[in-house]
């Protein structure tokens, strides 16, 4: 059984960092996607940041130059660093893994497993 299960969410004020890591076990390789997202009130879930096994990432505009996904294959962990912090960063974020394989890419949203969420709430 394939569990993801994030942390590291808080409440900062804007200009602030937070590190959400996602450890995931069940897994036998590497071979899989990890993305981040983040669903606030009255908005819909937005992508935020992808990951392939050889460490090619994506992120949505809004995000770039301020949030750094990372991933430890041999830990079977990701990390979202988040910096620069604004009061728009504010929501639920999940972290998903999802099927990977030649030719395919990670920014998708379509992904098969997917954790309980950590909030983080950014104040101005």
């Known amino acids: 059984v394939v569990q993801l299960v994030e942390s590291g969410g808080g409440s900062v004020q804007t200009g602030g960092s937070l590190r959400l890591s996602c450890p995931a076990s069940?897994?036998?390789?590497?071979?899989?996607?990890i993305g981040w997202f983040r669903h606030a009130p009255g908005n819909e879930r937005e992508r935020v940041a992808t990951i392939n096994p050889a460490g090619g990432t994506a992120y949505v505009k809004s995000v770039q130059g301020r949030f750094s996904i990372s991933r430890d294959n041999a830990k079977h962990t990701a990390f979202l660093q988040m910096n620069t912090l604004k009061t728009e960063d504010t929501a639920m974020y999940y972290c998903?893994?999802?099927?990977w394989g030649r030719g395919q890419i990670c920014a998708k949203d379509e992904y098969d497993y997917w954790g309980q969420g950590t909030q983080v709430a950014v104040s101005s």
């Open positions: 069940g897994f036998t390789n590497s071979n899989y996607c």
């Open positions: 998903a893994a999802g099927s």
